[in-house]
């Protein structure tokens, strides 16, 4: 909402200074987002006086202009406007001088070989219309080299402040004023308006067409004929109002309505008499029906929409857009004016529908004060009568808008409960009253009524607010927090303490976080597993994003996909975040899941001199999901391991953890190559996923004293074995069986070569394993160490069926 400080004093009667009006606006909760001077935009520019215009040698349409800016010698300008003439006088904008309409700083040029010293300025190069016809013309008796601003008066400073939602009476400058008025800055002016006489007898009509509806979209509609109208420019003083908050002029009929607009709050329409045919009426929509909008478009209707229209169709789009059939043009010489209270929610729903947005749309669905529909009429109808003539026909209403009659009882100690302010009941009702609010009662309750254009008041606590607002944030007492008796709970639940350590788990091994939208393709969604009519989304933000994600492999893939594009093939990226299974709260999962591509390997990514660039592979991506595990708190050692991988997973090239066959907690492997040519990717690309809901709670346990840490002084011994197996056992089991052999003495076991040889025979290969044995009463003798040997070449031979290799 924009307004210049002038503006605001036609309704406030102030000395305050423009800092502290801008300071108070913000205190009030009208914050201030911009404060433009325009007096500083227009400094460089000066009155000048044209001492010649001679035709340019060199161009038949400029002039080679000499003129005196009041600063010496004369400068020589070359010129294009048709009106630039020896004697007159205009504007004149020296090098170096910045134009703000048309967006450039001035420089010395040198136009069809004559040099040119600056430029003689339009209105609409200083913003001050859109006239572009010709340069600035001044009165003879001007002066000469005085700043332009000095000269006309140009010294507004426009404020543009942040309007929420519920305050609809901030949408124009009155209620802005009555805010400022009801914090102490000045005080506000009468705002009533008079009745405009009418000097003419005949009078239309309008209905209101909404059988049977208990909410009806209009719920008062007033209209008043005024003719024989000329209709023109309006006064210099409307048009650069309009200009200084943005606004174009138009014409006289346009600019009285875009005024009463930002005055008052109070949007308005015109339309031409003598375009329309009929009865007019305002009615639902047609499903189907269209109408061509001011705004030069055609937009098609249903019946959730609400028109203005008459025999002939529809002539608007009620307190959205008008009709271009039916506007106004400077042979309008009738016009009927329209005033409306439309529904609030009609309006937002059809807006966003329409994806018209208009300064009308913006004030009718924050809700307009219903009291001033009659008075905004005769606002409107005497601007009119002033500006551009004619007689007024006698005013017609259809339909009637009342405010509800909202009265509260205040308890004044609520103001201490909810804010921490100490105020005296005198204040209290002073700051309700100036706001519009009637008070009475003199107890610890008093009865408050609210005023029509504050329909957002509705409890006591929106009452304190209002007190609060007047007295002061910055009065607000900052009291600490009581400090507590113990040792405050947990605040995060187990899962988002897991997704806070899995974030940190993958940012530690390398990866990238990346943040990808919760839908994707449906052919995307039934490869990963999805794609059921259930997770298929009614109204998708984009063609392509059709269904709810079952994985968050589908976002990452395309995330590296795009990175590859653009040039970085090699790349690991992860992201914490939930995927759906079906439309119920069981439904939803959270999971981590990362990606590696091309040659990102944990600690080794790209070319390097000293080492082969290898490329990413299934145990790349099993060890970053057992990092996160163990990250976790969860011991990999116990889960099983499992050889089946998932559904887009490359067969023989993933697994899964598992804590048994229906309790999966991560996969892992390479993924598919068809996938990875579906999705125009190259591979490998090596992941894993982790569902976080599965992971088993932690055990609670009384809290006991930590036991001593227990570190063996004795050095530890290793031992080397070395297994002819089937090429079908699992590593793991010959971990795990050789670990069992003696559980008091073997701390670590791990493999370290694998080979595989035609001297082994077929589908036989050798895993070699190191076995860490850590005595902790003595140290252990060859003959107890050959004893473990054997217990461990036992075990492994009876879990496998392999053998020692000789």
């Keep these: 909402m924009k307004f210049t400080i002038d503006w605001l004093k036609d309704h406030l009667d102030t000395e305050a200074s423009n800092a502290e009006i801008i300071d108070t606006l913000t205190m009030v909760g009208l914050e201030v987002e911009e404060v433009e001077d325009q007096a500083k935009a227009l400094a460089p520019f000066v009155t000048a006086y044209v001492i010649s215009a001679e035709k340019h040698p060199n161009a038949d349409k400029l002039k080679l202009c000499k003129v005196d800016t009041g600063s010496g010698e004369p400068v020589q300008v070359v010129c294009g406007a048709p009106n630039a003439r020896t004697g007159m006088k205009g504007v004149f904008a020296a090098p170096g001088s910045y134009i703000p309409g048309s967006d450039f700083t001035l420089q010395k040029g040198v136009i069809r070989g004559e040099a040119s010293n600056g430029m003689l300025c339009s209105e ?18 001007a002066p000469v080299g005085v700043p332009y601003t000095d000269y006309a008066g140009i010294d507004g400073v426009v404020i543009d402040i942040a309007i929420t939602p519920n305050r609809g009476d901030c949408t124009g400058v009155y209620g802005i004023a009555r805010d400022l008025a009801a914090a102490g800055i000045g005080e506000l002016k009468d705002g009533s308006v008079k009745p405009v006489p009418s000097s003419s007898a005949e009078t239309p009509s309008i209905e209101l067409r909404f059988p049977g509806s208990d909410n009806p979209a209009c719920l008062m509609f007033a209209g008043r004929l005024v003719k024989n109208i000329k209709n023109g420019p309006s006064p210099d003083w409307l048009q650069q109002r309009l200009i200084a908050v943005g606004l174009r002029p138009i014409n006289a009929l346009v600019d009285i309505t875009n005024y009463v ?14 375009k329309l045919k009929g009865q007019m009426h305002v009615r639902m929509a047609e499903n189907g029906e269209s109408f061509l909008g001011l705004d030069g478009k055609t937009h098609t209707l249903d019946e959730t929409m609400c028109v203005v229209a008459d025999d002939n169709g529809v002539l608007g789009l009620g307190g959205v857009l008008g009709g271009e059939d039916t506007g106004c043009t400077e042979e309008t010489t009738n016009v009927l004016i329209e005033c409306a209270f439309w529904d609030p929610m009609s309006i937002a729903q059809t807006g966003r529908k329409t994806g018209i947005v208009t300064d009308a749309r913006y004030r009718l669905e924050r ?32 339909g009637k808008a009342e405010a509800p009659e909202t009265i509260i009882d205040f308890p004044l100690s609520e103001i201490k409960r909810l804010t921490g302010l100490d105020i005296k009941f005198p204040e209290i009702k002073a700051f309700l009253t100036r706001l519009g609010f009637w008070v009475t009662g003199s107890g610890d309750v008093v009865k408050v009524a609210v005023p029509s254009w504050r329909a957002d008041v509705e409890q006591k606590a929106d009452l304190v607010e209002e007190v609060m607002r007047m007295a002061g944030v910055d009065r607000v007492p900052v009291d600490p927090l009581p400090r507590l008796s113990s040792v405050a709970p947990k605040m995060l639940t187990v899962i988002q303490n897991r997704r806070r350590i899995a974030r940190r788990a993958l940012a530690a091994r390398g990866l990238d976080e990346a943040v990808t939208w919760s839908f994707i393709e449906h052919e995307h969604a039934v490869a990963f597993g999805g794609g059921g009519q259930d997770l298929q989304l009614a109204n998708p933000i984009a063609s392509e994003l059709t269904d709810m994600r079952p994985s968050l492999l589908p976002g990452l893939i395309s995330a ?4 590859s594009h653009r040039g970085f093939g090699e790349l690991g990226l992860f992201e914490v975040g939930q995927v759906f299974e079906n439309d119920t709260p069981e439904g939803q999962h959270n999971h981590a899941t990362g990606l590696r591509t091309g040659t990102a390997r944990f600690g080794a990514t790209g070319r390097h001199w000293r080492h082969k660039a290898e490329k990413v592979d299934v145990f790349e991506a099993k060890a970053d999901a ?16 499992v050889a089946e991988p998932a559904t887009w997973s490359h067969p023989g090239r993933g697994g899964r953890f598992q804590l048994g066959p229906k309790r999966i907690i991560a996969w892992f492997g390479e993924v598919h190559p068809r996938l990875l040519a579906e999705m125009d990717i190259a591979g490998p690309v090596a992941a894993f996923e982790i569902d976080l809901d599965a992971i088993p709670e932690p055990k609670v346990k009384p809290t006991k004293a930590k036991p001593a840490l227990d570190v063996s002084d004795l050095m530890a011994v290793k031992r080397d074995f070395a297994f002819v197996v089937d090429r079908s056992v699992e590593a793991a089991k010959i971990v795990k069986s050789a670990r069992g052999a003696d559980k008091g003495l073997i701390t670590d076991v791990t493999v370290f070569d694998l080979f595989e040889g035609a001297s082994l025979g077929e589908d036989r290969k050798s895993v070699a394993i190191e076995v860490t044995l850590q005595p902790k009463d003595k140290t252990l003798t060859d003959a107890e160490i050959e004893a473990v040997g054997n217990s461990i070449v036992a075990a492994v031979e009876k879990a496998t069926g392999g053998a020692l290799r000789g």
Excluded: M
Aim: negative net charge.
């Design 560 to 563: 590296a996909r795009r990175n």
């Design 626 to 641: 057992a990092a996160v595990l163990e990250a976790l708190g969860f011991d990999t050692s116990t889960v099983q391991v």
């Design 367 to 398: 809700n307009v004060d219903p009291a001033f529909v009659e008075p905004g009429l005769e606002l409107a109808t005497q601007l009119v009568l002033d500006f551009c003539g004619g007689e007024a026909a006698k005013p017609f209403i259809a």
């Design 124 to 141: 609409r190069e200083l913003l001050l219309s859109e006239d572009h016809d010709g340069i600035i013309e001044l009165p003879e008796d």
């Design 261 to 274: 607009s930002l005055d008052r709050g109070r949007p308005l329409h015109v339309y031409d008499a003598d």
